[in-house]
């Protein structure tokens, strides 16, 4: 891509001293202003159920079975906030069985057959049959495609691309892209459970190495996987979807993933784990979905709720409380709710609609989810 794009521009900016101290004092000062850091899961609760077998390989199904609610309070555990640049620890508390390594490393095939506006890392234009790969459809372990782990070195470094070994190679099918922004002070690879969970479904991942609250590293991986796109000797050559990209994040991370879904065109959703800005008006000029799961005895609760609650919201919001979750719930007890949630945004399967917000879906207050939502009498999906 050319590089006088003007999200080219902002994104490829390097961090400057500032705003890395900036990030420093606000990680600081989290415990008495509510800004969320990271953190471990602090007691968050084990989101439970049956777990069947994924779907065959490369089987990509619309609806899919839904797994038995279920589920106990974890183990206990606290709730650290860590420090300036301190590490986060990453001990779920209850934590949710991520499941087997799934499958063979079977080629996806096309699926989904679904329509996407323009092609690839375009900018639009006419539909085309685009076919979005997804594998398996049970959300509460790993599907059936092997995957990879590399390290990224665009943007200073310390990133990392989590997708598919085997990219599928199916002239009209590509894979759904997702950026994921962790936690203050926690390095992208202490989520590889949710990561490689998503992976071995059919989504490529970048997770940047660190979240600073704007949307510079996150634009930046787009970027990148741009450049992939467009690349011949790229294995992700022309099988990327780009122009509908999902952020998700763990507390800074969703400060990340709310700055991006801003600035960022190529974006249609966001999703927040365990996150909400200081102002409480971050969502009020967002008008794409925005999904936000916080843990009962959180430290980002005031912030999640705020966000919600700004009357001048106008953009679709869903909004869940994990009862007995802390502060690490979203990306760990959660995790079946992010895959969920990107797999109906970004794959475009729309049954899952209900779980979010159909009169006893799973994320609906069923269970241990307490929900909310507003805004969405208008929306329609990007296949809709």
Not at 1 to 12: F, V
Not at 226 to 236: A, F, I, K, R, T
Not at 337 to 361: C, P, T, Y
């Amino acid at each position: 891509m050319e590089d006088s794009k003007p999200h080219r521009a902002r994104a490829k900016r390097v961090i400057g001293g500032s705003l890395i101290l900036a990030f420093l004092v606000a990680c600081s000062s989290a415990e008495t202003s509510g800004l969320p850091g990271g953190g471990g899961s602090g007691g968050a609760v084990s989101a439970g159920g049956t777990v069947g077998q994924p779907g065959a390989g490369g089987v990509i199904a619309s609806a899919g079975g839904q797994p038995a609610q279920g589920g106990a309070p974890g183990a206990g555990g606290t709730i650290e906030q860590p420090g300036a640049g301190g590490s986060e620890p990453t001990g779920s508390g209850g934590e949710e069985a991520s499941g087997g390594s799934g499958g063979s490393e079977t080629q996806p095939g096309a699926g989904g057959a679904e329509t996407e506006p323009g092609s690839g890392g375009g900018s639009g234009g006419g539909v085309s049959d685009i076919k979005v790969v997804l594998a398996g459809d049970n959300i509460d372990q790993n599907g059936p495609l092997a995957t990879t782990v590399e390290d990224l070195s665009f943007s200073g470094g310390g990133h990392i691309l989590v997708r598919p070994t085997n990219i599928t190679n199916e002239p009209n099918a590509k894979h759904p892209v997702a950026i994921w922004g962790p936690g203050g002070g926690t390095p992208p690879r202490d989520y590889l459970q949710l990561l490689t969970r998503m992976a071995s479904q059919g989504f490529v991942i970048v997770g940047i190495r660190e979240s600073t609250g704007d949307a510079v590293l996150m634009s930046a991986a787009i970027d990148w996987l741009e450049d992939q796109n467009e690349d011949p000797n790229s294995p992700m050559y022309d099988r990327l979807i780009l122009n509908r990209v999902g952020v998700f994040g763990h507390s800074m991370g969703g400060l990340s993933s709310e700055a991006t879904a801003l600035v960022d065109k190529r974006v249609t959703t966001a999703l927040l784990d365990n996150s909400g800005s200081f102002s409480h008006d971050a969502l009020v000029n967002i008008t794409m979905p925005v999904g936000i799961i916080y843990g009962e005895t959180g430290q980002e609760a005031p912030n999640a709720e705020g966000d919600y609650n700004n009357p001048g919201n106008k953009g679709p919001v869903w909004i869940s409380k994990m009862k007995g979750g802390g502060h690490g719930s979203g990306p760990w007890d959660g995790a079946s709710a992010n895959v969920a949630w990107m797999r109906w945004h970004i794959g475009g399967e729309n049954s899952r609609k209900n779980d979010f917000l159909g009169q006893g879906g799973r994320f609906n207050n069923t269970g241990i989810w307490e929900t909310k939502f507003k805004n969405w009498d208008g929306f329609k999906n990007w296949n809709e």
